[in-house]
């Protein structure tokens, strides 16, 4: 087996945390600050452009949660880095989209929207043969729900055209907008491009993140979501294994953390007060709350 390395942080070290433990200082502030915002923001409409990112922002905590029962409870490394990989394409997506100026920001959320929900409809079946293995009842609820589940792409799909149709910005650029329609490209590069190459690959939006670690290391983490070869190698397991995923995620949730404090910062104000329930949660390591605690007490002395 390989030596591992413990890598040393400063942050950590001046804290006395561990990775896992400052994983979880970040995933619970940031867990109870989306919470809050979502009181502010409850919609679930894809209309809703300031409601709808705190969808993504909410998987990408969910998703932590995630790795975090995987890394502890399982002791699973290579799932941990195919969830890792889950992470930056879903944080990555979040940057392209809602880091964009005035109306190109709506655009890219409908061609967003509309690829995903087009790439269901690809996958749903346009008719199914019944061959006696379930009974005919369910065989009709089956067919029934698909075609309800298809007329919903088709409405979804028809509904963000509209919406991009409406833009001021549409009725100059008729031509490149309707072909990126046609091709539900939200990863466009270049607005006045109608080029089908005109598109960020995934490597150019994790660099858009600007994280100190290699951008190509995320590229790398397909080999553990696709099933390749290195995903079948043999893992030692001990107190460094799974120090390298934590610091990753921790880097993730400060540009996670980083996008909330610049998208939201107009409700800032109005959920500080709350964000203590951070620290109330239960699994909030409670050195780290001592000393914070302690902190305070010296700057009030001061």
Same mark, same amino acid.
């Given at each position: 087996?390989?030596?591992?390395?413990?890598?040393?942080?400063?942050?950590?070290?001046?804290?006395?945390?561990?990775?896992?433990?400052?994983?979880?200082?970040?995933? +619970?502030? /940031?867990?109870?600050? @989306?919470?809050?915002?979502?009181?502010?923001? $409850?919609?679930?409409?894809?209309? =809703?452009? !300031?409601?709808?990112?705190?969808?993504?922002?909410?998987?990408?905590?969910?998703?932590?949660?995630?790795?975090?029962?995987?890394?502890?409870?399982?002791?699973?490394?290579?799932?941990?880095?195919?969830?890792?990989?889950?992470?930056?394409?879903?944080?990555?997506?979040?940057?392209?989209?809602?880091?964009?100026?005035?109306?190109?920001?709506?655009?890219?959320?409908? +061609?967003? /929207?509309?690829?995903? @929900?087009?790439?269901?409809?690809?996958?749903? $079946?346009?008719?199914?043969?019944? =061959?006696? !293995?379930?009974?005919?009842?369910?065989?009709?609820?089956?067919?029934?729900q698909i075609e309800s589940s298809k007329n919903n792409c088709y409405v979804t799909i028809n509904h963000c055209v509209s919406e991009i149709h409406s833009l001021s910005l549409y009725h100059g650029q008729m031509?490149?907008?309707?072909?990126?329609?046609?091709?539900?490209?939200?990863?466009?590069?270049?607005?006045?491009?109608?080029?089908?190459?005109?598109?960020?690959?995934?490597?150019?939006?994790?660099?858009?993140?600007?994280?100190?670690? =290699?951008?190509?290391?995320?590229?790398?983490?397909?080999?553990?979501?696709?099933?390749?070869?290195?995903?079948?190698?043999?893992?030692?397991?001990?107190?460094?294994?799974?120090?390298?995923?934590?610091?990753?995620?921790?880097?993730?949730?400060?540009?996670?953390?980083?996008?909330?404090?610049?998208?939201?910062?107009?409700?800032?104000?109005?959920?500080?007060?709350?964000?203590?329930?951070?620290?109330?949660?239960?699994?909030?390591?409670?050195?780290?709350?001592?000393?914070?605690?302690?902190?305070?007490?010296?700057?009030?002395?001061?």
């Amino acid at each position: 087996m390989e030596e591992k390395v413990h890598i040393s942080i400063p942050e950590l070290d001046s804290e006395g945390l561990t990775y896992k433990e400052f994983f979880m200082v970040l995933f +619970l502030l /940031v867990k109870h600050e @989306v919470a809050h915002l979502k009181d502010i923001y $409850p919609s679930c409409s894809i209309n =809703d452009i !300031k409601a709808y990112p705190l969808q993504i922002a909410q998987r990408i905590v969910n998703t932590s949660c995630t790795l975090h029962n995987i890394i502890e409870c399982e002791k699973d490394f290579c799932t941990a880095m195919a969830i890792l990989r889950v992470m930056a394409d879903t944080l990555s997506s979040l940057y392209l989209i809602y880091k964009e100026e005035g109306e190109k920001q709506y655009l890219r959320h409908y +061609l967003y /929207v509309m690829d995903g @929900v087009n790439n269901r409809l690809k996958y749903l $079946p346009n008719s199914v043969d019944y =061959d006696n !293995k379930i009974s005919k009842s369910e065989y009709d609820a089956l067919c029934k729900q698909i075609e309800s589940s298809k007329n919903n792409c088709y409405v979804t799909i028809n509904h963000c055209v509209s919406e991009i149709h409406s833009l001021s910005l549409y009725h100059g650029q008729m031509y490149v907008i309707d072909k990126l329609i046609k091709s539900q490209n939200w990863k466009f590069k270049t607005f006045g491009s109608a080029n089908k190459n005109n598109s960020y690959s995934w490597l150019d939006m994790y660099k858009k993140l600007k994280l100190q670690c =290699d951008p190509t290391f995320f590229s790398y983490l397909s080999e553990f979501v696709h099933g390749l070869s290195i995903s079948n190698i043999a893992v030692d397991i001990d107190n460094t294994t799974f120090e390298p995923i934590y610091g990753t995620t921790l880097a993730l949730l400060g540009r996670l953390h980083d996008f909330i404090e610049d998208y939201y910062r107009d409700k800032l104000p109005l959920i500080k007060p709350k964000l203590i329930s951070g620290l109330l949660d239960n699994d909030m390591p409670q050195k780290y709350v001592e000393k914070l605690i302690k902190k305070v007490s010296v700057n009030e002395k001061i």
